[in-house]
DNA sequence: TGATGTTTACGCCCTA
DNA sequence: TAGGGCGTAAACATCA
């Protein structure tokens, strides 16, 4: 299934040094048993969890979520608490991890906070000088700031924009949240920016609406095709199962290729058997051009500044985020995945949403092998108020930052 | 002029 | 081993 996860360092001289310990981050081959959990827990290296024996993984992956959400190109300060809902499920936690976990020392932390972003400083990789423990500076070396997040391009593309406000980002925006979410991609901007825009401009899932004449700026922006929701399949936003593709014709299809990138496919079935007719996705990619510019206006306002086709485009997709998901189990937002976007991005409602005894359940589950952990990540989210909640139009989590 | 966007090519890795 | 996903490089075009 999911490939493993190769270690990228390729300009650290002393890459090996990084990673010579077995605390790195490795394969996520096998993902059959706590794969998620582990891959992600050893990804985020968590030097100060280290000493953490009852941090489930389910919670490392939770303070991934913080990073995520603190740092969106929302411009959200970090730390602001906007996670309370997190913490909510991680009674236990606060125990596991303060004091040591936190670098703050300061108020309580509570539910809320232990998702905040102080934290965060202990437990990512992103922000990974830990003030927990110190060490001998010359002897630790180890920092996973510099570890390649074991996403795709394409991962972080969707991820990017699924956790905007509007749906949409330009490049710019694209590549301030992944460098804000992930120190790695700081360096060799110009190496993984032509490949974050290569993968815009072949990736079928990514579609360009252009800016409208009245908000004039530097690129297009960029949103998800409506189609393109299952790609990652159970929301594990490592390597997608199958690639979105949109034949001549318009019909979402598997593709496939050798040679070319951009070979046409041999089959003829929708992505991932969202079988969504209602409309041509070739249309919605060709016609991309065509589109008049979104106004990047808050999703309440997205109703109407988006011209005729953008919005038919958006309001389709966001009815199929709320019709279908509600009847998909594999929907875009019922992502269930240890590595899905939810981890990383959840909100404030989603988990709100997230009852307490569901939690409750979660943490007997100590393995986060259990197929119980991913779900439990989102919760109820498989019910429609949750999806309802997660879609743009929610932006109570931002506003709440 | 630099950022953005498109396209082609190639290699690596994984899975069936 | 072929097919497919992905990363990377590079050339080129367009645009603010």
Known sequence: MLGAVKMEGHDHSDWSTYYAEPECYTSVGNMNSGFGMN?????????????????SAGSMNMSYVNAGVNHGVAGMSPGAGGMNAMGTGLAGMGATLNPSMSPLNG??????????????????????????????????????????????????????????????????????WIQDLFPFYRQNQQRWQNSIRHSLSFNDCFIKVPRSPDKPGKGSFWTLHPDSGNMFENGCY?????????????????????????????????CNGNDSPSHSTKDLKSSAPDLKPREPVSPEQSASPLPQQT???????????????????????SFNHPFSINNLMSSEQQHH?????TYEQMMHYSGYGSSMTGALSMGSMSTKACLESSIPTDTSYYQGI
């Open 311 to 333: 919005h038919h485009l958006l309001s389709h997709h966001h009815s199929v985020l709320v019709d279908d998901a509600h009847l998909k189990p594999e929907h875009h937002y």
């Open 238 to 270: 490592l390597r997608r199962q199958k690639r979105f593709k949109i034949e001549a014709g318009g019909i979402v299809k598997e593709s496939s290729r050798k040679g070319t990138e951009g070979g046409s496919s041999s089959s003829s079935e929708s």
């Open 39 to 55: 891959s992600m827990g050893t990804y985020m290296g968590m030097t100060g969890m280290s000493s953490t024996a009852n941090m």
């Open 107 to 176: 108020p309580p932390p509570s539910m809320n906070t232990l998702a905040s972003y102080p934290n965060m400083n202990v437990m990512s990789p992103m922000y990974g000088q830990s003030t927990v423990r110190p060490r001998d500076p010359k002897t630790y070396r180890r920092s996973y700031t510099h570890a390649k997040p074991p996403y795709s391009y394409i991962s972080l593309i969707t991820m990017a924009i699924q956790q905007s406000t509007t749906k949409m980002l330009t490049l710019a925006e694209i590549y301030q």
């Open 353 to 357: 949403k997230m009852d307490l005894k």
